[in-house]
């Protein structure tokens, strides 16, 4: 569940995903789950590849559910847990498509997005 709070102390509200909806980043030959994503920012899963450095530039496809699918590009700023967290310096994630991903989870999960 979010709370309100948590949504304001950050830059950009964060959407998490279910697991069944996450969307992909698309990386040369590589596919990786995306686990949350922000305006400025997204968190992906490893899956079996290598972690990149901090600092190293991490750049591919987003590819949504829906079909809809953006560049991004940013830096790492922390590898843990499985996890890879990417702060979109270049090419960010349009807030219309984080808004329109919001709506479209909430009329499939109504009871997730409680605040």
Do not use: C
């Amino acid at each position: 569940m979010l709370s309100l709070k948590y949504a304001f102390d950050r830059a950009h509200y964060r959407l998490a995903y279910p697991i069944q909806e996450r969307p992909l980043l698309v990386r040369e030959d590589r596919e990786n789950e995306v686990v949350d994503i922000s305006e400025g920012g997204l968190r992906y899963r490893l899956s079996g590849d290598p972690a990149p450095e901090l600092g190293s530039v991490v750049s591919g496809m987003l590819a949504v559910k829906r079909g809809i699918r953006v560049e991004v590009e940013g830096e790492v700023v922390r590898v843990q847990d499985g996890e890879v967290a990417v702060h979109l310096t270049v090419r960010g994630i349009p807030f219309a498509l984080v808004w329109a991903e919001q709506r479209w989870l909430r009329s499939r999960y109504p009871g997730r997005f409680l605040g």
